[in-house]
């Protein structure tokens, strides 16, 4: 079994940072792309950013130049930090991972995400 657990949401005021964490455990030969999400009451879940084994990222429109991802891969950990928060920014934030539990079978696995609230 892998596990995703993610850590570091909470409240803040706007223009405030906050850095989440998401640690894979488990049955895990490699991981290819980690990234985070989110979901807002009575919104879709939708992409924040993405980072590849090597590095390479990918950003929302709406938080590039703000949010920044990166990961440790003997950690098996990826990082969120977010800078400059918006009211818009509240949401579910969720870690996802596209990870190979042996050289032939991949999956996608979720955690169990964690609130980010920013006040006005």
């Known amino acids: 079994q892998v596990h995703l657990v993610e850590s570091g949401g909470g409240l803040v005021q706007a223009g405030g940072s906050l850095r989440l964490s998401c640690a894979a455990s488990?049955?895990?030969?490699?991981?290819?792309?980690m990234g985070w999400y989110r979901q807002a009451p009575g919104n879709q879940r939708e992409l924040v950013a993405t980072?590849?084994?090597?590095?390479?990222?990918n950003y929302a429109d709406s938080v590039r130049g703000r949010f920044t991802i990166s990961r440790d891969n003997a950690k098996n950990t990826v990082y969120l930090q977010m800078n400059s928060l918006k009211p818009e920014d509240t949401a579910v934030y969720y870690c996802?991972?596209?990870?190979?539990?042996?050289?032939?079978?991949?999956?996608?696995?979720w955690g169990q995400g964690t609130q980010v609230t920013v006040s006005s």
């Open positions: 488990g049955s895990i030969f490699s991981i290819n792309v």
């Open positions: 996802n991972a596209d990870i190979n539990i042996n050289r032939f079978l991949s999956s996608g696995y």
């Open positions: 980072i590849t084994s090597g590095g390479a990222t």
